[in-house]
């Protein structure tokens, strides 16, 4: 998703990074009393948090300003706290995945690993190394993306929405999460809905619904505005995760930074595979995917057989359907216009990345 398209200027952005970098100086100058091994941790940590598009704070700036909020350094502390809760998602979600390298290059896990490995660990050692600092890693994340909450200066009666809201998000992730996890191990492809179930709380409801409601609550808006917020967020939240699964097997690796094989490899649970199912396709889809060596070429014949069954074209549809409904919700009379101007270029985006 493009980095202009919510009407967040660079300018509000940067204080979205010197909040993070704040925090991350403070952390690691306290790491300092307890060795280097620790402020290494809290570099690698660091590192991992830059360079993202910064959405989710864009989502919350993009809220709290189209309804009149004023107070920008409020704003990009909840925002913050917004990126610290995805970075500790992402480094707990490639430990469950046993994934060492994320767009690339080695994350958390994999530079731990690596790093023991050149002094000369086994792999099995060097592997549970790199686990380890991760699982350490995103724990810290995860605990201080609440503290940021705590340092925005808000009210303490905003603080506790806005906490609540926070743990909505963690809560619902973590349901998400764990129904992925029971994904992997069934005999049976789930269903499609099962699939938008999991996949709206494991990454819309902390990526899309918490930050629009949490941007409302700090600009003091209604409840009405807020709960609608929510439904926006739900309906878009769900058809960017189906464009992202179609892009994670259809994309271009150079525009996307992913693979677009690793999926198939893993034999990913997404709309595409459990549309498939039902198709005449699916024998020879089912006898390819979840192959770790799967070739370039099994992985073709795999997307040419998605596309014929009608997969691509069904999940294509499901996306414009979602964000449709999400842009219905825009129109409600107690939306203001500000808002909607928002927000209308993100369910258009999402549409975008449809091909």
């Given at each position: 998703?493009?980095?202009?398209?919510l009407?967040?200027?660079?300018?509000?952005?940067?204080?979205?990074?010197?909040?993070?970098?704040?925090?991350?100086t403070?952390s690691?100058?306290?790491?300092?009393?307890?060795?280097?091994?620790y402020?290494?941790?809290?570099?690698?940590?660091?590192?991992?948090?830059?360079?993202?598009?910064?959405?989710?704070?864009?989502?919350v700036l993009c809220?709290?300003?189209?309804?009149?909020?004023?107070?920008l350094?409020?704003?990009?502390?909840v925002?913050?706290?917004?990126?610290?809760?995805?970075?500790?998602?992402?480094?707990?979600?490639?430990?469950?995945?046993?994934?060492?390298?994320?767009?690339?290059?080695?994350?958390?896990?994999?530079?731990?690993?690596?790093?023991?490995?050149?002094?000369?660990?086994t792999?099995?050692?060097?592997?549970?190394?790199?686990?380890?600092?991760?699982?350490?890693?995103?724990d810290?994340?995860?605990?201080?993306?609440?503290?940021?909450?705590?340092?925005?200066?808000?009210?303490?009666?905003?603080?506790?929405?806005?906490?609540?809201?926070?743990?909505?998000?963690?809560?619902?992730?973590?349901?998400?999460e764990?129904i992925?996890?029971?994904?992997?191990?069934?005999?049976?492809?789930?269903r499609?809905d099962?699939?938008?179930?999991m996949?709206?709380?494991?990454?819309?409801v902390?990526s899309?619904?918490?930050?629009?409601?949490?941007?409302?609550?700090?600009?003091?808006?209604?409840?009405?505005?807020?709960?609608?917020?929510?439904?926006?967020?739900?309906?878009?939240?769900?058809?960017?995760?189906?464009?992202?699964?179609?892009?994670?097997?259809?994309?271009?690796?150079?525009?996307?930074?992913?693979?677009?094989?690793?999926?198939?490899?893993?034999?990913?649970?997404?709309?595409?595979?459990?549309y498939?199912?039902?198709?005449?396709?699916?024998?020879?889809?089912?006898?390819?995917?979840?192959n770790?060596?799967?070739?370039?070429?099994?992985?073709a014949?795999?997307?040419?057989?998605?596309?014929?069954?009608?997969?691509?074209?069904?999940?294509e549809?499901?996306?414009?359907?979602?964000?449709?409904?999400a842009?219905?919700?825009?129109?409600?009379?107690?939306?203001?216009?500000?808002?909607?101007?928002e927000?209308?270029?993100?369910?258009?985006?999402v549409?975008?990345?449809?091909?």
């Amino acid at each position: 998703m493009g980095d202009g398209l919510l009407g967040v200027s660079e300018e509000r952005q940067v204080q979205v990074d010197a909040v993070l970098a704040r925090f991350f100086t403070l952390s690691k100058n306290r790491a300092a009393a307890f060795g280097p091994q620790y402020v290494q941790l809290w570099e690698t940590l660091e590192q991992n948090t830059i360079g993202g598009k910064r959405f989710r704070p864009k989502m919350v700036l993009c809220a709290y300003q189209a309804l009149g909020g004023t107070d920008l350094e409020a704003a990009a502390y909840v925002g913050a706290a917004f990126e610290l809760l995805h970075t500790a998602l992402i480094v707990h979600d490639d430990v469950i995945d046993h994934d060492f390298v994320r767009r690339g290059v080695p994350n958390i896990s994999g530079s731990y690993r690596d790093a023991a490995t050149a002094a000369g660990s086994t792999e099995r050692v060097a592997e549970h190394s790199g686990i380890s600092a991760a699982v350490i890693a995103g724990d810290l994340a995860l605990f201080n993306s609440y503290r940021l909450i705590d340092r925005s200066g808000v009210t303490d009666v905003t603080r506790t929405r806005l906490l609540e809201v926070m743990d909505d998000a963690l809560f619902a992730s973590a349901a998400g999460e764990l129904i992925d996890v029971d994904f992997q191990i069934a005999a049976e492809v789930p269903r499609v809905d099962d699939i938008l179930t999991m996949e709206r709380l494991k990454t819309a409801v902390y990526s899309f619904e918490c930050p629009l409601q949490a941007g409302a609550i700090l600009a003091g808006a209604s409840e009405q505005v807020v709960t609608t917020l929510g439904d926006f967020g739900r309906e878009i939240g769900i058809a960017y995760q189906l464009v992202d699964d179609l892009l994670g097997v259809f994309g271009l690796e150079a525009e996307t930074g992913k693979t677009t094989i690793g999926d198939l490899r893993e034999g990913k649970r997404t709309v595409l595979i459990a549309y498939a199912t039902s198709t005449r396709e699916w024998a020879e889809v089912d006898g390819l995917i979840g192959n770790p060596d799967l070739t370039e070429d099994e992985a073709a014949r795999v997307r040419e057989l998605l596309v014929s069954s009608g997969a691509k074209a069904f999940a294509e549809g499901l996306a414009r359907y979602y964000a449709n409904r999400a842009l219905a919700r825009l129109a409600e009379p107690h939306i203001p216009a500000a808002l909607r101007a928002e927000l209308h270029p993100v369910a258009d985006a999402v549409l975008g990345r449809v091909k």
